[in-house]
């Protein structure tokens, strides 16, 4: 640590589970210096066990609740549009507490974004070498910095600088108590709510070590192709187990849409990963477009194609472009009367003989 090589940081997730990040002083591949690196860490005293030795990727650095280093300017935009909450705290997670508190104007929350790159994060300096922002989106976001009010900006990287003696005459900004202390930036705080924000068994606990004037940074690197594995591990960590496949898909979307060309390899690519991802007796026999049951088919198709056809529920037959099918029952379309009715058996009030569904009328006692 003396030269600033090397730094560590240990995170305690809420489930208990421990993840010890590691930053090597000098570069190595992590298949040639996993066995080494777990057998050292096994040797420290409890006889620690580890899982496994992995690189630094965006999933787990989301997972830390240590931001995002590959998302932009325009994801945090989507968020706001969207009113994504929790997704604007992992964004920008120098101003989570701001965030679930609602106590930032969300117009702001983009260039805070900007001015948060390179900031530190749970005390650790983290660095993104999988994709370097482009000049003109820095130069943007040199742009917007001066409209984020002082106030925020200090919240978010904790640099109020608060007065010796609190104001007996004004109110706290967060839970309107009196006494608070003051910063220039207008925040007024009182004693309590000073105090750090418990999140013991909330969000992970991190405590690390890096060279006080120059620290390694802990390098974030995505996978050129990503394992199946580590897909499913990301979106389970994102929306859990036992998602539709409509949510399933919007997920894949958002995360993995961009490495692949083409609407049909995309839709091909997500259904086989949700074949894996479902459990055993929903989705396992799915393997294409063809396989999907006809309301799942066309809510899927629509997160490609808002436009793409109504299916009918009974057969899946596509309605024409730019119409309905013309037999409705209680909202649901169906392409005929005969799928409308199908499995079931109509018949007279009078005579009980069965009825063409087509002519819904008796030639037996007519």
């Given at each position: 640590?003396?030269?600033?090589a090397?730094?560590?940081?240990?995170?305690?997730?809420p489930?208990?589970?421990?993840y010890?990040?590691?930053c090597?002083?000098?570069?190595?591949?992590t298949?040639?210096s996993?066995?080494?690196?777990?057998?050292?860490?096994?040797?420290?005293?409890?006889?620690p066990q580890?899982?496994?030795v992995?690189p630094?990727?965006?999933?787990?650095?989301?997972?830390?609740?240590?931001?995002?280093?590959?998302?932009?300017?325009?994801?945090?935009?989507?968020?706001?549009?969207?009113?994504?909450?929790?997704?604007?705290?992992?964004?920008?997670?120098?101003?989570?507490d701001?965030?679930?508190?609602?106590?930032?104007?969300?117009?702001?929350?983009?260039?805070?974004?900007?001015?948060s790159?390179?900031?530190?994060?749970?005390?650790l300096?983290?660095?993104?070498?999988?994709?370097?922002?482009?000049?003109?989106?820095?130069?943007?976001?040199?742009?917007?910095?001066d409209?984020?009010?002082?106030?925020?900006?200090?919240?978010?990287?904790?640099?109020?600088v608060?007065?010796?003696?609190?104001?007996?005459?004004?109110?706290?900004?967060?839970?309107?108590?009196?006494?608070?202390?003051?910063?220039?930036?207008g925040?007024?705080?009182?004693e309590?709510?000073?105090?750090?924000?418990?999140?013991?068994?909330?969000?992970?606990?991190?405590?690390?070590?890096?060279h006080?004037?120059?620290?390694?940074?802990?390098?974030?690197?995505?996978?050129?192709?990503w394992?199946?594995?580590?897909k499913?591990?990301?979106?389970r960590?994102?929306?859990g187990?036992?998602?539709?496949l409509?949510?399933?898909?919007?997920?894949?979307?958002?995360?993995?849409g961009?490495?692949?060309?083409?609407?049909?390899?995309?839709?091909?690519?997500?259904?086989?990963?949700y074949?894996?991802?479902?459990?055993?007796e929903?989705?396992?026999?799915?393997?294409?477009?063809?396989?999907?049951?006809?309301?799942?088919?066309e809510?899927?198709?629509?997160?490609?194609?808002?436009n793409?056809?109504?299916?009918?529920?009974e057969?899946?037959?596509?309605?024409?472009?730019?119409?309905r099918?013309?037999?409705?029952?209680?909202?649901?379309?169906y392409?005929?009367?005969?799928?409308?009715?199908?499995?079931?058996?109509?018949?007279?009030?009078?005579?009980r003989?069965?009825?063409?569904?087509?002519?819904?009328r008796?030639?037996?006692?007519?």
């Open positions: 640590m003396v030269d600033g090397g730094a560590y940081a240990v995170v305690d997730m489930n208990g589970d421990i010890v990040v590691i090597m002083a000098k570069a190595a591949r298949e040639y996993a066995a080494n690196m777990k057998a050292s860490i096994e040797q420290l005293p409890g006889s580890v899982d496994w992995r630094m990727t965006r999933r787990l650095q989301r997972l830390f609740g240590w931001g995002d280093a590959g998302a932009t300017g325009a994801d945090v935009a989507r968020a706001v549009a969207g009113a994504d909450v929790e997704e604007l705290a992992v964004l920008i997670p120098q101003a989570a701001m965030i679930m508190r609602n106590e930032v104007d969300w117009k702001h929350l983009p260039a805070l974004h900007g001015v790159q390179g900031a530190p994060i749970a005390g300096a983290i660095e993104d070498r999988s994709a370097r922002l482009a000049l003109q989106d820095r130069a943007d976001r040199e742009e917007e910095d409209t984020i009010p002082l106030r925020v900006v200090h919240e978010a990287f904790d640099q109020h608060w007065s010796e003696r609190p104001n007996r005459k004004a109110k706290c900004s967060h839970c309107e108590g009196w006494d608070p202390y003051e910063c220039d930036c925040m007024r705080l009182c309590l709510c000073r105090l750090p924000p418990a999140v013991s068994g909330i969000r992970p606990t991190c405590k690390g070590q890096q006080p004037t120059r620290p390694l940074p802990f390098s974030v690197q995505d996978h050129v192709k394992p199946d594995e580590e499913l591990a990301w979106i960590q994102e929306i187990d036992g998602a539709e409509e949510d399933f898909a919007k997920k894949w979307r958002d995360i993995f961009e490495k692949i060309r083409g609407d049909v390899p995309q839709k091909a690519a997500c259904i086989k990963l074949g894996m991802y479902a459990p055993p929903e989705g396992r026999a799915w393997r294409n477009e063809s396989d999907l049951p006809p309301e799942t088919l809510l899927f198709q629509r997160l490609w194609d808002v793409a056809p109504e299916r009918c529920r057969c899946g037959k596509a309605a024409e472009h730019g119409h099918h013309p037999v409705r029952s209680s909202g649901t379309p392409c005929s009367r005969a799928c409308h009715f199908a499995g079931l058996s109509l018949v007279c009030e009078k005579c003989a069965k009825v063409d569904p087509d002519w819904a008796c030639f037996t006692c007519k």
